[in-house]
């Protein structure tokens, strides 16, 4: 099995949709496909990940070709991904298909900005 995620946009807003799809460059056995969205923070002794967040967008077997749509909305009050001298806190999100065996997995970074004014 092999997935790659691709995102309409690498950038979106606090408050802004994340459209995309997971992409089956490879298919095969699949109980399920899971994606997940986590905030992490990361300095050079040091990973957490404060937040996360996931849903199941296809049960069922994964077949080459095959392409997952998926959207979502941001929480408006969603922080900023940052990157700075000592570290960094970003997002990631994670595709992972539930196989017999050891699950297959795919991640891609998603750059998040401050909120854009207004109601």
Known sequence: MKLAIELDAERVAAGGQVRGRVVVHEGGRSRSLRLSLTFRERSPSFLETPFSHGAVIHEGDLATGQAVEFRFTLARDSPPSVKGKHGELFW????????????????????????????
């Open 92 to 119: 990631q999100l994670e595709a992972v298909s539930d196989e017999p065996g050891l699950d297959t997995r795919a991640g891609r970074r998603l750059e998040v900005t401050a909120a854009r004014p207004g109601p």
